[in-house]
Nanobody
Framework: QVQLVESGGGVVQAGGSLRLSCVGSGRTFSRHDMGWFRQAPEKEYEFIGVISWSGSSPYYADSAKDRFTISRDSAKNTVYLQMNSLKPEDTAVYYC????????????????WGQGTQVTVSS
């Protein structure tokens, strides 16, 4: 069993930055690939990016590639999502998700999800 807790959301002006954190716990957490998704009101989950269990090879959606960075600190059991140059359309609830062999852009390939953290970007 893996538990995930996100933090770092908030309200930021357009052009600003936020760093989201996802702290994992559980005996097997270190073996899980970690994805980030977001969901805006009335919309489906949108893939942002994924980082492998080893911390290598982050992969991003095209919409995130130039502005968002995913990193992993294994010593702290924490995965980060650094978001720069934020836009109003980035407003959503952001989730981290964990899965073994889940290096994927599909939300249903992940087994465990955090509770989400709200990001609101004002214009």
């Amino acid at each position: 069993q893996v538990q995930l807790v996100e933090s770092g959301g908030g309200v930021v002006q357009a052009g600003g930055s936020l760093r989201l954190s996802c702290v994992g716990s559980g005996r097997t957490f270190s073996r899980h690939d970690m994805g980030w998704f977001r969901q805006a009101p009335e919309k489906e989950y949108e893939f942002i990016g994924v980082i492998s269990w080893s911390g290598s090879s982050p992969y991003y959606a095209d919409s995130a590639k130039d502005r968002f960075t995913i990193s992993r600190d294994s010593a702290k059991n924490t995965v980060y999502l650094q978001m720069n140059s934020l836009k109003p359309e980035d407003t959503a609830v952001y989730y981290c998700a964990a899965g073994i062999d889940s290096y994927s852009s599909k939300w249903n390939d992940y087994d465990y999800w955090g509770q989400g953290t709200q990001v609101t970007v004002s214009s």
